[in-house]
């Protein structure tokens, strides 16, 4: 957990009277004098590293991304890489196109260079899953990337990767968060001038190369590289929104690489934008997002539409249904389709593993499951964060014990290949697509396929609630919600008794301790509470299996309902 401020006005005044910080964000905090709530939010705890690293909303002060926490960040990093006492450590570093994301990798990287550390930075915004794969490919000890991902344009963050390319595991994590917690001001956060680190060779920019090796490696995932090669890479439309961010060039040259030719790209998003001024929020899992995409879909005839949000690890997709209809995808049902997909190809083709696994989270949909069961295919959960897939990707890789098929979360996470250890909506825009086109062949959409799907494992449907709570109040009432359903667990929901309650606190299943309730109910159904890792949220997540779509929608409602109505309840 981030360090609280005892006293947050104390930690207020020390920023003021600092001398090593600047006269703009002296004056930023000069504006919220006498404002004791907004102090208190600032400055009440220092930002800690989550599911997704470092994140918060940028400004002034401890709770905020800003030079500071940023550098004061890197500055720890730094100093956990040296204690490791490897020779020659060396970092990468990419961006997103979030404000002061630039600004960000480069003093990241100054800082790193400050402590002889040889950092290779990208020249303009890449995706997440691209440094993942940078830090493999090079060799490196460690990797940065500055995003938000899907998050509020007021918001950015701070990625840190182990030298397997898998963001820092909660040991690891835990070991920087003392690190830089050991840093007792701003003057130890050591740096060089942009020139001398040049000079020096310990800031190197990469070049369009590593562009080049990164697709061609995305491309080569492809499950049936022949299948686009006549009329139908041709035929087969498919409309692509980068939503602002990352995913624009890498996800055009990957389709275009598979044998893509009919591509369209919603011009209004298509360029970098920090203020994502065309979405309320820049996250493919929100239909809102695609609203421009199903406009340019119905005038091209798209056969389906795929989108990613800023920095490019989260892909969601949209795909027609009987009535012609678009309809956006769950990160559930895309992945159940990609699972059935991907199992499909490697049987045909005679290179399904027997000891082949697919990699979810807790969270996730049990219907990807079931469909790799009925292919003999092991698979596992973990905690929620694509980390943990990563890290259990390391794992068989150093012993050979299995060998990963796939990997997903049902927060439209997904990953084939094992060229990365983080999720790739790069590689998952090119596979849903081939999926589509192969059974577009057939004469099916994804949506028929999906209904196939249904009929065979059953109606599996899935939802999420969250609720947000900001600052210091709201975080101790997530921390009260979590103690009343712990404390009082039900006895039934909805009139359906709970069958076992799952407290992942004290750690289960070989997994770390956590702080997630599941709650399995006696019809099949479960749902699960967990305070979110990068927001000040408290999410709720819920799942039914049914015999019909209609069917499962309802109970699925009511589940909602019931649980809702405690969560929300006031005390």
């Known amino acids: 957990m981030s360090k609280p401020n005892n006293d947050h006005t104390a930690a207020y005044e020390a920023w003021l009277n600092d001398n090593l910080i600047d006269d703009a964000t002296k004056e930023e905090l000069r504006g919220i004098a006498g404002q004791e709530k907004e102090i208190a939010d600032r400055f009440y705890r220092d930002l800690e590293f989550g599911t997704g690293g470092l994140r918060g909303v940028m400004g002034a002060g401890t709770n905020r991304l800003n030079a500071y926490t940023v550098g004061k960040a890197t500055q720890g990093l730094a100093n956990w890489l040296l204690s490791q006492g490897k020779a020659s450590p060396s970092a990468v570093i990419a961006h997103d196109s979030r404000n002061y994301s630039p600004e960000f990798a480069l003093d990241s990287a100054l800082v790193l260079a400050g402590n002889g550390i040889k950092t290779y930075l990208f020249k303009s915004l890449r995706p997440t899953p691209q440094l993942s794969f940078a830090v493999r490919a090079l060799g490196a000890s460690s990797g940065i990337v500055i995003t938000a991902s899907h998050n509020p344009p007021e918001y950015n963050g701070y990625k840190a990767y182990g030298s397997d390319g898998c963001q820092l595991i909660p040991e690891d994590a ?48 492809s499950l049936n590289s022949d299948l686009l090669k ?62 421009l995409a199903i406009e340019l879909a119905k005038k091209v005839n798209a056969d389906i539409i795929v989108g990613t949000d800023p920095d490019a690890d989260r892909m969601g997709a949209v795909v027609r249904n009987s009535e012609g209809e678009y309809v956006v995808l769950t990160g559930n049902q895309s992945g159940a389709l990609m699972v059935y997909y991907v ?50 990707m390391t794992a068989y890789e150093k012993t050979g014990e299995k060998s990963f098929l796939f990997g997903y979360e049902e927060s439209y996470g997904y990953l084939t290949g ?28 994804l949506y028929d396929v999906l209904l196939e799907l249904y009929g065979a494992f059953g109606a599996y449907l899935e939802g999420q609630e969250s609720r947000t709570m900001k600052g210091l109040d709201g975080a101790q009432q997530i921390q009260g919600i979590m103690n009343d359903w712990r404390s009082h667990p039900p006895v039934e929901i909805g009139g359906v008794k709970v069958a076992e309650v799952l407290d992942y606190s004290a750690g289960l299943q ?51 309902s019931s649980v809702m109505s405690r969560v929300d309840r006031k005390e």
């Open 174 to 221: 835990e070991q920087v968060i003392a690190a830089i917690a050991a840093i007792e001001g701003f003057g130890e956060v050591k740096r060089l001038s942009r020139e001398d680190a040049e000079q020096q060779g310990l800031l190197v920019w990469l070049d369009e190369a590593a562009d080049r090796d990164y697709v061609q490696t995305v491309v080569a995932q």
């Open 510 to 560: 070989g997994l770390r301790p956590e702080n997630v309730l599941k709650y399995k109910l006696e019809d099949g159904s479960w749902f699960c509470l967990r305070p979110s890792g990068t927001e000040p949220k408290i999410k709720v997540y819920f799942a039914v299996k049914q015999e019909s779509p209609a069917a499962a929608e309802k109970a699925l409602q009511a589940l909602k």
């Open 418 to 445: 094992t060229y990365a250890r983080d999720k790739d909506a790069i590689v998952a825009a090119l596979l849903i697509c081939e999926a589509a086109a192969y059974y577009s062949s057939q004469g099916k959409t």
């Open 343 to 392: 199992l499909t190809m490697l049987k045909e083709q005679g290179r399904l593993p027997d000891n082949g696994v697919v990699i979810k989270t807790i969270v996730t949909s049990e219907m990807g499951a079931d469909i790799a069961a009925s292919f003999g295919v092991d698979v596992e959960n973990t905690l929620t964060g694509f980390k943990y897939i990563g890290e259990k």
């Open 230 to 291: 006549g009329e139908l890479g041709e035929k087969f439309s498919v409309v692509f929104t980068p939503l602002h961010g990352t995913g624009n060039l890498p996800v055009r040259q990957a389709l275009e690489g598979a044998g893509f030719r009919n591509v369209h790209i919603v011009a209004e998003q298509e360029q970098p934008d920090g203020y994502f001024s065309t979405v309320k929020s820049p996250n493919p899992e929100e239909r809102e997002a695609f609203t």
